[in-house]
């Protein structure tokens, strides 16, 4: 995924941290791998850090949820390309909702749903915002989701704060799943009432998916 090594500035997000070697890659494209969209090739911006979730990384993530995607309303958060939203959305998805920090990535992610939208309107919405400070507002009224997929940048902290103001603020329904994944060094702090489902590890990076249980 779009890993970065550790930063000392205060910004959020994907794409807010630099790439192992400080600067911008090359401008990519992007695959989707399942559902309506499969074998849809779009186009992923130069920007520091910006890299896709690897194929295999969603085909490992999306066999695991299996059936829990169609109808579900989705958070992609840190959200980058948007490679794991994208996919939830091509798998029918009730709602998907991206946020992002960075406005040129999160611009680039809303044009990639509009070509893809170019065949009927897409239940997709696009988020320029901190995630940390979006998080803390809480969701509007009867819009818990049922599905998170969070990848933060790496070495920063963001992973339990990102958890306990999912748990905390009422974002997540009973039973929804929660994808994270953080740097392979690290044992993640969740709520007491996530449920470990499933987890992998690939290059650098360590992937949980989490089930919500009914708080004791």
Not at 49 to 61: A, S
Not at 64 to 80: N, S, T
Not at 87 to 98: D, G, K, N
Request: positive net charge; contains cysteine; hydrophobic residues 40%.
């Amino acid at each position: 995924m779009k890993k970065r090594a550790p930063h000392k500035g205060p910004a959020r997000g994907k794409s807010s941290a630099p790439s192992r070697s400080g600067k911008a890659g090359p401008a990519g494209r992007l695959r989707i791998i399942g559902g309506r969209f499969k074998r849809r090739l779009l186009t992923v911006i130069e920007a520091p850090g910006l890299r896709p979730t690897p194929d295999r990384v969603r085909e490992t993530l999306y066999n695991w949820l299996g059936f829990h995607v169609g109808g579900a309303r989705v958070l992609d958060l840190f959200a980058g390309s948007g490679a794991l939203g994208l996919e939830a959305l091509s798998r029918e998805a009730a709602q998907v909702t991206f946020v992002e920090r960075e406005s040129r990535v999160a611009r680039a992610l809303a044009d990639n749903i509009t070509t893809l939208s170019n065949e009927g309107p897409l239940p997709a919405t696009v988020i320029t915002a901190d995630v940390i400070h979006w998080l803390q507002s809480g969701p509007p009224p009867e819009e818990s989701v049922d599905l998170v997929l969070l990848d933060p940048p790496f070495r920063l902290g963001l992973a339990a704060e990102s958890c306990e103001l999912l748990e905390s603020r009422g974002w997540l329904k009973d039973g929804a799943m929660i994808y994270l994944e953080v740097e392979a060094e690290l044992t993640p702090q969740v709520p007491a009432n996530w449920q470990l489902h499933r987890e992998s590890r690939a290059g650098d990076s360590h992937g949980r998916l989490y089930r919500r249980q009914q708080p004791a």
